[in-house]
């Protein structure tokens, strides 16, 4: 059989990276001829397909992908990025119109691939419909600039309209491969561990504008100021000038590092666009905390820096239980990247009108974080939903008020102080100061979602604090939700005083212990409380709903935790009835040993302990198990006697 030459040198940067993407997106680029479960033809090897063959003859694209045993996708290259047209004009009219003069198979997919290694990728994906080609499309209009991954190409390939709060994610390994490569660059360019997240965001802001980054830019202090004059303009855009100096890219002082500092700006950039992250971003999905979620779990220093970012699935887990909906005032206290900020404006916006939507994001979502690096992060990501302009606000949640305001003739809420710094004079009568708290007067926050920081050492906050903090910003009637080390929910002392006085102002909903590797490589055992505000919890007429959700459809694998549909995911069969629980605790639900169950609070337990472990029935094994285990435990006995048998006869003598 004859087989075309290798790729054209000026193309083999191209090639490399559509093997490469297409391998991280999920398809198995092995070839279909060869390889059992092959997905992938690269060049020529599309001869070993005799209907390919028959009309291809030997035009061969960079790579033609199998979809189904009829159904195929063509991707085309050329190496310079401004050739993007051109590669997917020779895609549809070299390749696929060849291939779908057969009348056994057909090319429903295709792309154009422009770049190289230097200057970075274009990517166009258009797709069959009709008997025509349409762009695949973002939200608003917006080109998908990266290939699809196997669950997008099914998706579309299904769906005659879709919409892409529906289309799958990318695959988990994608951003996992996209965090360690960029942390891998950043550490190389000498980039300090806690200022990653301020250069991830600033980049991704100098992305969001579409305006292009010389990446043949030799000279660092050019290159830096036009990021930086990208990042000034999208924050004059959204009125949040005073986030600059937290988002702006600082060269290293000495000319040294001045070329690692520059290859780590393009490099990085090269690698987000893999991601599309700029165009996926205004879809509306969280990718930016997606990727950063990654970035700080797999990458270096993620417990130097002491974040522990919250999983996508627990925001939408506990926004979807709370039911948030656009006439709620969501407040987060200890806000990171915006994940359950985020979580809760998706959640709003499939259900309300673009009206409630636009008035929800301006004046309903409420964030403080303390780390300016990671606020800088969370801003980003509210920017890219038109969101955040004027309630995120950086600094201790604890020197802050949350009052009812108007603004724009919308109710809203504002931020205010509140520690007011007062003189007393001390028993000696010499004057002093100190600081009083001022109470949160016109509370308007009604649904608070947050993970407070852990106090992993001694000497840190404790969650504890943070929850008061936080009930005390919200109207009586609001519903609390925070992740908190299971410690927090049993420990004595200082905690089981909290823990009643808790329930003495406040009426306990539901407790779910999550599982218990859900924030690795970090290692704490955690639960999820569920508290409504400003009632006293009755003992005697209180339903708790408690769960141990101890799977939630993810598995490790190669020390990186990722989902599995062949796991059981406990919280999203608890979800619904959870849901319903919290609006009525009088529901007639099922309990099911070791598992859930409805229940009162035992006012005899004086350690106050809030957890389902102390609630959820044991399973009662069955006569069948019960023997079961008895022959076991005598097998057990006679392997033992067996093999120690010289031994024990040595001892009796």
Not at 137 to 160: C, P, V
């Amino acid at each position: 059989m004859t087989h075309l030459n290798k790729p054209k040198n000026s193309e083999v940067d191209a090639y490399t990276y559509i093997k490469e993407e297409l391998e991280k997106l999920g398809w198995v680029v092995k070839n279909p001829a060869r390889v059992a479960g092959g997905e992938v033809y690269k060049q020529n090897e599309a001869l070993y397909n005799k209907e390919l063959k028959k009309f291809l003859i030997r035009d061969m694209p960079e790579a033609v992908v199998k979809l189904s045993d009829d159904e195929f996708w063509a991707i085309e290259s050329k190496r310079d990025r401004d050739n993007i047209d051109q590669a997917l004009d020779e895609a549809k009219n070299q390749y696929a119109k060849k291939i779908n003069q057969s009348k056994k198979v057909r090319c429903v997919l295709i792309s154009g691939v422009a770049g190289n290694d230097t200057d970075g990728y274009k990517v166009r994906n258009q797709y069959l419909k009709n008997g025509k080609w349409e762009d695949v499309l973002l939200e608003k209009g917006k080109i998908k600039n990266i290939l699809l991954s196997k669950k997008q190409a099914q998706y579309i390939l299904k769906h005659d309209t879709f919409d892409w709060q529906e289309v799958p994610d990318l695959p988990e390994e994608k951003y996992i491969d996209s965090a360690l490569e960029i942390n891998e660059i950043l550490h190389n360019a000498g980039i300090n561990k806690n200022k990653r997240a301020r250069f991830i965001a600033g980049l991704v802001l100098s992305m969001s504008d579409n305006s292009p980054i010389n990446l043949r830019e030799d000279d660092t202090t050019t290159l830096v100021e036009s990021v930086n004059s990208l990042i000034k303009k999208k924050l004059r855009e959204v009125k949040k000038d005073n986030f600059y100096p937290f988002l702006k890219l600082d060269p290293p002082p000495s000319a040294e590092n001045h070329i690692k500092f520059r290859d780590a700006i393009k490099e990085t950039i090269k690698e987000l666009k893999t991601l599309d992250i700029e165009n996926a971003m205004a879809s509306g999905k969280d990718i930016l905390g997606e990727f950063y979620e990654k970035f700080l779990k797999y990458g270096n220093g993620a417990k130097e820096i002491g974040i522990v970012l919250t999983p996508r699935h627990i925001t939408e887990f506990a926004v979807d239980a709370l039911d948030v909906n656009h006439n709620d005032y969501v407040f987060d206290p200890t806000c990171g990247t915006g994940g359950f900020l985020v979580s809760s404006f998706d959640y709003v916006k499939k259900k309300a009108s673009n009206k409630q939507v636009d008035k929800f994001k301006n004046y309903n979502l409420f964030g403080i974080e303390q780390d300016d690096e990671v606020v800088a992060l969370a801003l980003v990501n509210m920017i890219f939903r038109g969101d955040g302009r004027n309630n995120m606000s950086e600094g201790n949640c604890f020197q802050k008020n949350i009052e009812q305001a108007t603004k724009e003739g919308n109710q809203s809420g504002e931020f205010l102080k509140r520690l007011q710094e007062v003189e007393y004079k001390d028993s000696k009568g010499k004057k002093q100061k100190k600081f009083d708290v001022l109470n949160c007067q016109n509370p308007i926050i009604t649904k608070v979602l947050m993970n407070p920081p852990f106090a992993l050492k001694k000497g840190d906050e404790k969650e504890r604090h943070f929850i008061d903090y936080a009930l005390s910003q919200m109207q009586d009637g609001g519903i609390f939700f925070a992740i908190v080390p299971i410690s927090a929910m049993v420990e004595g002392g200082e905690g089981k005083n909290w823990r009643k006085e808790l329930l003495e102002d406040n009426t306990l909903l539901s407790v779910i212990t999550f599982p218990e590797d859900l924030f690795y490589p970090v290692s704490v055992g955690t639960i999820g409380v569920f508290v409504k505000k400003g009632a006293p919890h009755s003992f005697e007429n209180q339903n708790v709903y408690f769960a141990r959700t101890i799977t939630d459809g993810f598995r490790k694998k190669k020390g990186k935790r990722v989902t599995d549909k062949r796991e059981r995911n406990q919280l999203k069969e608890i979800k619904e009835e959870l849901k319903s629980f919290i609006v009525n605790q009088n529901l007639k639900i099922k309990n099911v040993s070791e598992f859930k169950k409805v229940c009162k609070l035992d006012r005899e337990d004086k350690n106050y302990e809030l957890v389902p472990e102390a609630y959820i029935d044991s399973k009662i094994p069955t006569h069948k198990e019960i023997e079961e285990g008895i022959e076991e435990m005598i097998r057990e006995s006679v392997a033992f006697k067996i093999k120690f048998y010289n031994r024990l006869n040595q001892n009796e003598n």
